[in-house]
Nanobody, 124 residues
Framework: QVQLVESGGGLVQAGGSLQLSCTAS????????VAWFRQAPGKEREFVAV????????AYGDSVHGRFAISRDNAKNTVSLRMSNLTPADTAVYFC?????????????????WGQGTQVTVSS
């Protein structure tokens, strides 16, 4: 059973940067699609970024495109999310998710494994 653990969340001022990490245990996700989602209070879970397990393809949500970058280190079983130029609108709990299939997908319903989430708070 794959377990995902997120880390790197915290409090940052607007305009600042943070890097989140998602580390897998109990199995490898080197061939899995891995995505980040976020959920703010009272809002639905939102797609943030995804990296394919088959190709080098990545994709980003419209609200983060150009500011966030997803990357993976298969040797360390880790996927990272570098977040720059943060705004208060980025405040949310960020979740890492992995699916057995390698094809990237933005639909949270197709992901098999989820982390517990890490809080990101951006102050104005």
């Amino acid at each position: 059973q794959v377990q995902l653990v997120e880390s790197g969340g915290g409090l940052v001022q607007a305009g600042g940067s943070l890097q989140l990490s998602c580390t897998a245990s109990g199995g490898s996700f080197s061939s899995s699609a891995v995505a980040w989602f976020r959920q703010a209070p009272g809002k639905e879970r939102e797609f943030v970024a995804v990296t394919s397990g088959i190709t080098d393809n990545t994709a980003y949500g419209d609200s983060v495109h150009g500011r966030f970058a997803i990357s993976r280190d298969n040797a360390k079983n880790t996927v990272s999310l570098r977040m720059s130029n943060l705004t208060p609108a980025d405040t949310a709990v960020y979740f890492c998710a992995a699916r057995t299939a390698g094809v990237a997908n933005i639909d949270p319903k197709v992901y098999d494994y989820w982390g517990q989430g890490t809080q990101v708070t951006v102050s104005s």
